[in-house]
């Protein structure tokens, strides 16, 4: 099983351009995560879905959103790139909430620059 | 209300000798807590959780930890460090919160180097 895959791996955008960065779990969980991480400051939710059709904020939710039409994909989109939003993006599964007793499944992330 | 504090940012040992990385955690009801590893440019794995059974988890690669209440701790341990352990290490605290969802907390990590 390919788990959680991340594209692309690595990408600078301008300020002021979009993106969608794309996450696809093949295990059927219900749950899905993003997450950033800078350095130092351990990882941020940003967005999170319990299942196909439901979306909510994380922690650190604006200037991004995301959408979750079906079990496997849960993209995030970028509208107008800030410098604030380099980071390295994690996006992660779960069987249950909150982690349940299985843990997150992650990605291997995303490094975006924003210039 | 949660938290979770790893208390070195880095921690040196040489390989062949024991390694201790050290995490205090503070929730409201029972959590769960877990330890993640990520290597340089690559994905946290799960090493370990603890969830309400024995005390003392043991996880992959010769890696445990010890959940004690008492001292709001769960302290990640290895007998001997390996050069492949070398990476950065997150202790996650997961508890209910007020409104009956799950929060999760990341440590901010703990870098960890090992000496041949």
Same mark, same amino acid.
């Given at each position: 099983n390919a788990g959680v895959t991340q594209t692309p791996k690595f990408r600078i955008l301008k300020i002021g351009q979009s993106m969608t960065l794309q996450c696809t779990q093949d295990m059927n969980h219900n749950y899905m995560y993003w997450y950033r991480q800078d350095p130092g400051m351990g990882l941020k939710l940003i967005y999170y879905s319990v299942g196909a059709g439901i979306t909510d904020k994380g922690e650190v939710p604006n200037g991004y959103n995301v959408s979750r039409s079906t079990t496997e994909d849960f993209p995030l989109r970028l509208?107008? &790139? &800030?410098?604030?939003q380099t980071s390295v993006y994690f996006c992660a599964s779960? *069987? #249950? #909430? #909150?982690? #349940?007793n299985y843990g997150y499944t992650f990605g291997s992330g995303t490094r975006l620059t924003v210039v | 209300a949660q938290s979770v504090t790893q208390l070195d940012s880095? *921690?040196? *040992?040489?390989e062949g000798t024991p390694v201790l990385l050290r995490c205090n955690y503070s929730s409201s009801y029972s959590p769960s807590l877990f330890?993640? *590893?990520q290597h340089p440019n690559k994905g946290l794995q799960l090493l370990l959780k603890y969830t309400s059974a024995a005390t003392l988890v043991k996880g992959i690669n010769g890696f445990e930890a010890e959940f004690k209440k008492s001292e709001t701790s769960f302290h990640l341990t290895k007998p001997s460090a390996h050069m492949s352990d070398a990476a950065e290490y997150f202790c996650v605290v997961s508890d209910r919160g007020y409104t009956g969802g799950f929060k999760t907390i990341f440590g901010a990590g703990t870098r960890l180097f090992v000496k041949a």
């Open positions: 509208e107008l &790139a &800030a410098p604030s779960s *069987v #249950g #909430g #909150g982690q #349940g | 880095h *921690v040196s *040992v040489s330890w993640y *590893v």
